[in-house]
């Protein structure tokens, strides 16, 4: 049974295909641990490739001093290595720009998971060397590269737990199943041991004193077994697709899709990766969620960067983010996950422990209790050895001293109030009176002071007022019961405001984002011109992120200007053309706060079209910490990515245009050639001939021969001048130069002077004009009604036989005057009358009646240009009438 | 005297349109002098002191408003423009400079020289204003001030009979709204030319045979009004 496969997923494979026939090839020399000899065997490979005549280049190597490897480079072609300073150190790296230069076949580059020095000089372009062969790659040259399995960013942690020795240089698990090969190295650990021994194995100087703890035959063991099981996983997932994409056929909506709640704690970053191993195991699609809560505000500056920097791990990973807020976590995670269909939510263990998780049931808890519709996971801590525990100083906030001395006051404002009221009233109501100044105090100066004004109240009440008076000590018990409520009460007010102001804080900064991004929408949304949009992408940017920020945009050649003209305010001067070309080039981000250029002092974000990148806009914040936060970041594309659609929208309709405008302009140009060259031609035809007659003394004329051959010639010329005045006119209207003149004119003297103007021509009709007596003035340009005129008169000549009857009316209705030219003729042609008013239009394509069919456009043109309209109708009985409704016009001053 | 011709000075950049003109003119008797630019226009007017000078707008050194403007420094002669700048603005331009009417390219030979004899004929009245007018079979006393049709009295206002004077001043010639208005009405009511256009209405009710298409007081569109008389038996006035 063969299953129809969805056409988007055809559509996608086929992309995929096209995107990997363009793409270099990517190999990885895979191993369990350094020593097992990836190096040897990949320059091994090197020289086979070699021998058969492959254009392959060593880009870079490290030898690590081994004879052994040095022999195998000899014969290769080698790239010379980029000497990199930082601090003292000249530290010899991979040459990026140079092996793009080169462009080689296959390009040999050692240890994918390599750092690049992102302090040194010169800078190189991205932190990581898998980015640098990423880069290669899609400049379509194929890389082969080496690989430890503790380098896989998702089995970092389990890598960490076994050895003891956390790696910090890792590698996106995408680069690694996106590889085309991946070449198993193995070597028994036994035998590495041996060679361990031998001295075989390089090891960098602080990797030396670790090694003692790594190279244990568990340890070994348990590396290989992972090596061994991610390369079968890979293999796996290649054979299920090539065996007819099994994951595929299944629906889209049976695809799992995992919920990783992560809070600010150091179990957040263990979550992100056990819910990355969960989500590949399962094929789901998997959401990384933090939750903004009040308390998290209250969080240490540390403690926030950590969240940050696990979701980047998590966007890393290939997870989407997503920052949520709600008063507490469980709220907002269970109605996200309804809203997202979430099948399982992975959480951490409880934290609350003891009392405090009697009070308030921990996030798990609440979770497990809430959700019916999914499962929840709760994910063990487990103490990952070898990572230094992380010192995280809790915020120290700032001690508002005036406060507490505010504080201290309304307890002084109690004990006078109550040793006023002492003589007259019980104790129990001076309480009441301490009772109100703690609350007053939690309400208005917060925790800190409202506990210390709880503190002295209690004790001032005591000591002034509860028997024995001036005395601390209490005599009767039930005092001491007073003493814990106003204690409580004062404390319980205090952390309800505070948790009520953080909560309306977060909302507000929420509304405060979505406000701005909507206003900048809408902004854009009313502008259709590039320097508007651009200028108003900038202000909005600006204000948004507290920066400066530019929007370039490639000129033809596409490379990326800087604005020219007046600048924005908040534009942004400084933005490295090369950074922001090669963001343009790539479609990616550089710059500051990604992995690309990160020590660049501007963030430069692609604005990605449909079908290309647009433009690009770079950012430079005035704090730099302001664009490392996630929610900041997501913001900032939310925006780029606003300002590309619209960008888009304006290309588009531009693009829309210029071509509607080319298509008409070349079919005009068309049609005007083969018009005016017949048009001009038969006259001109006429006047040579007759006039070679006339010139020619051979030629024996009769006087009455020569008086008709004349007045042909005189008839033509005309004919030509109104063809050429004609189109000079069309013309003046199509390139919008013409300015009415406008005046208050007669209806009849218009007629009047039009009939006059056509008095030859019209000889042979009779011509009719009636015209009401009381027709009002109009206000209207008075050789272009004329000239309407005029053309409707002589188009009803050219149309109808001699002695027809031709009638010229008028009518006025509340704010119009209608003028008519009705004729007895053989009536319009067949078709929507409206075709007879475009230009080079004759009513019948064969007829000879002449006239480049421009008369009846140039009607349409004034008519309009005064506000009026103009149709052409059968009449009744026989014949075409024109009717031309022109607006009175304002009334004069 | 001899033979009194008028010499007729030709400003124009086109030979072809020099020697067409010049047959023309010549074989209505008159001397032609011909000039090339308005460098040598202006040399020439200076020079001979012709009794009218066609002048085209387009001219290779300068522009022919400019030559307008400078012969009208020094000499009322009478100027008719020639020009392909059909454009309402145009003529209204040249005409202020100080030219008497204007004829456009393409013209006709009947129309070219019914318009230089009008100017020549406004030349050699000066500013006098006619004594009686002629229009058809209505006799027009201008200076008893009294019209009468072939069926007695018609009964003028003041107003129509100084528009009638004023067009009758310049009688062939073009007179522009402005200038109607402005010898009519007085300068203050300069720019309001929607009374002009009533009275212009009601002038030809009265003294057109067909009012709808008149003959007498004929529309220039967008610039003014001509009053055309028909031609006097004799060419020339002596």
């Known amino acids: 049974m063969t299953e129809r496969r969805d056409p988007d997923e055809l559509l996608a494979d086929v992309q995929r295909e096209e995107a990997r026939a363009r793409r270099g090839r990517l190999r990885i020399f895979f191993g369990s641990s350094a020593g097992i000899g990836k190096t040897y065997s990949m320059l091994e490979a090197a020289r086979g490739a070699r021998a058969a005549g492959a ?329 990952a050895p070898g990572s230094p525990p992380r010192a995280y100083p809790g915020s120290v906030p700032e001690i508002r001293w005036r406060r507490y001395w505010l504080a201290l006051g309304i307890s002084a404002v109690c004990t006078g109030l109550a040793a006023l009221m002492y003589p007259y009233f019980e104790l129990t109501n001076l309480v009441m009176v301490y009772l109100l100044g703690s609350t007053i105090a939690a309400l208005r100066l917060g925790r800190g002071p409202a506990s210390l004004t709880a503190f002295v109240n209690v004790a001032a009440f005591d000591f002034c007022f509860v028997p024995p008076r001036f005395s601390f000590a209490v005599s009767d018990f039930q005092y001491l019961v007073t003493f814990a409520v106003m204690l409580g009460m004062t404390l319980v007010v205090a952390s309800l405001v505070a948790s009520v102001r953080a909560q309306t804080r977060v909302a507000g900064a929420r509304e405060r984002r979505t406000a701005l991004l909507y206003a900048m929408s809408r902004e854009l949304a009313a502008n259709r011109s590039f320097d508007t949009l651009a200028m108003v992408a900038v202000k909005h940017v600006a204000e948004t992120f507290a920066s400066e920020a530019v929007v370039l945009m490639p000129d033809p050649s596409g490379r990326l200007q800087l604005p020219e003209g007046e600048r924005a305010p908040g534009a942004f001067a400084g933005a490295d053309l090369s950074i922001a070309q090669w963001v343009h080039d790539h479609g990616k981000p550089a710059g500051l706060g990604t992995d690309t250029l990160p020590a660049a002092p501007a963030q430069y974000l692609p604005l990605a079209g449909t079908r290309r990148t647009l433009g690009v806009l770079a950012v430079r914040p005035r704090q730099r910490r302001r664009l490392l936060l996630p929610e900041q970041r997501h913001l900032l594309e939310t925006f780029a990515g606003q300002i590309a659609l619209a960008i888009e929208r304006a290309q588009l309709a531009e693009d829309a245009e210029a071509a509607r405008v080319a298509a008409e302009t070349e079919s005009l140009r068309n049609t005007l050639l083969a018009s005016i060259s017949h048009d001009l031609r038969t006259p001109l035809a006429v006047i040579a001939g007759a006039s070679s007659a006339l010139a020619d003394p051979n030629v024996e004329l009769r006087p009455d021969a020569r008086q008709a051959l004349a007045h042909s010639i005189d008839t033509k010329a005309r004919e030509m001048s109104e063809l050429i005045s004609n189109v000079l006119d069309l013309m003046r209207f199509e390139a919008g130069e013409v300015r009415l003149r406008l005046e208050w004119e007669t209806v009849d003297d218009l007629v009047g002077t039009a009939l006059a103007r056509l008095d030859e021509r019209l000889r042979g009709w009779r011509v009719e004009v009636v015209l009401p007596a009381e027709l009002p003035a109009v206000r209207v340009d008075a050789a272009l009604i004329i000239q309407l005129l005029s053309n409707l008169l002589d188009n009803a000549a050219r149309h109808t036989p001699r002695g027809t009857r031709i009638r010229v009316g008028a009518t006025q209705s509340d704010d119009t005057v209608e003028l008519s030219v009705e004729d007895t003729g053989p009536g319009l042609p067949p078709g929507d009358p409206e075709r007879l008013f475009a230009k080079f239009q004759r009513g019948r394509e064969e007829s000879n009646a002449g006239g480049a069919g421009l008369g009846l456009a140039i009607c349409r043109a004034i008519a309009r240009a005064h506000g009026g309209r103009i149709s052409a109708t059968p009449r009744p009985g026989g014949g075409a009438c024109f009717r031309f409704v022109l607006p009175i016009g304002a009334e004069p001053p | 005297m001899t033979q009194a011709m008028f010499q007729v000075l030709i400003v124009e950049d086109d030979s072809a349109i020099r020697g067409v003109l010049r047959t023309l003119l010549e074989a209505q008797h008159y001397r032609v002098i011909e000039a090339e630019n308005a460098g040598r226009g202006s040399i020439e007017a200076r020079s001979h002191r012709p009794d009218a000078a066609i002048i085209d707008l387009g001219l290779p050194d300068r522009d022919g408003l400019s030559l307008i403007r400078e012969i009208r420094d020094y000499s009322p002669l009478p100027i008719l423009v020639l020009s392909a700048r059909t454009l309402e603005s145009a003529k209204i331009a040249a005409l202020d400079a100080g030219a008497d009417d204007f004829v456009d390219k393409p013209f006709s030979a009947p129309e070219l020289l019914a318009r230089i004899r009008a100017v020549l004929r406004r030349n050699a009245r000066g500013e006098q204003q006619l004594p009686h007018l002629r229009l058809g079979r209505i006799e027009i006393d201008l200076t008893a001030r009294v019209a009468t049709g072939p069926d007695g009295a018609l009964h003028l206002t003041p107003l129509e009979f100084r528009l009638l004077e004023c067009l009758a001043r310049h009688a062939g010639m073009i007179v522009t709204h402005a200038q109607l208005v402005r010898e009519v009405w007085g300068p203050e009511r300069a720019g309001d030319t929607r009374g002009l256009r009533s009275y212009v209405r009601m002038l030809r009710q009265k003294l057109e045979p067909e009012p709808g298409q008149p003959r007498y007081i004929v529309t220039e569109a967008g610039v003014g009004y001509r009053l055309i008389l028909d031609e006097p038996g004799p060419e020339r006035l002596d």
């Open chain 1, 55 to 383: 254009d392959l280049v060593v880009g870079y190597v490290e030898p690590h001093g081994r004879l052994e490897t040095e022999r195998l480079l000899i014969g290769l072609e080698c790239l010379p290595f980029l000497e990199v300073r930082y601090r003292a150190l000249v530290r010899p790296e991979f040459d990026l720009d140079a092996a793009l230069v080169r462009r080689p076949a296959i390009l040999l580059v050692d240890e994918l998971a390599h750092s690049n020095l992102v302090e040194g000089e010169p800078r190189p372009r991205h932190a990581k060397r898998w980015q640098d062969v990423e880069e290669l790659l899609d400049a379509g040259i194929s890389v082969w590269t080496t690989l430890n399995v503790q380098h896989l960013e998702s089995l970092n942690d389990v890598v960490a737990g076994i050895t003891g020795v956390r790696q910090n240089e890792t590698v996106p698990d995408r680069v690694f199943d996106e590889a085309d090969e991946v070449e198993l190295i193995d070597l028994p650990p036994d035998d590495l041991l041996a060679r361990l021994r031998a001295g075989k194995v390089y090891l960098a100087d602080q990797a030396a004193t670790a090694s003692e703890r790594f190279f244990r035959k568990p340890n070994l063991l348990a590396l290989r077994e992972l090596a061994l099981r991610r390369t079968a996983d890979r293999v796996d997932a290649a054979a299920r697709e090539y065996a007819g994409r099994e994951r595929h056929s299944r629906p889209w909506l049976a695809r799992d899709r995992f919920l990783i709640a992560v809070a600010p704690d150091d179990q957040a970053e263990q979550l992100v990766r056990v819910g990355k191993r969960f989500a590949d195991a399962l094929d789901a699609e998997w959401i990384v969620v933090s939750v903004e809560t009040p308390e998290l505000l209250k969080l240490g500056e540390a403690r926030r960067n950590q969240r940050i920097e696990v979701l980047r791990l998590a966007e890393s990973l290939g997870a989407e983010t997503v920052t949520l807020d709600g008063a507490t976590a469980a709220e907002a995670l269970t109605e996200y996950a309804r809203l997202r269909n979430v099948t399982r939510i992975v959480v951490g263990e409880a934290k609350r422990r003891g009392w405090r998780s009697w009070l308030r049931r921990s996030t798990a808890i609440e979770l497990a209790r809430r959700g019916r519709e999914f499962d929840v996971s709760i994910i063990a801590q487990r103490e």
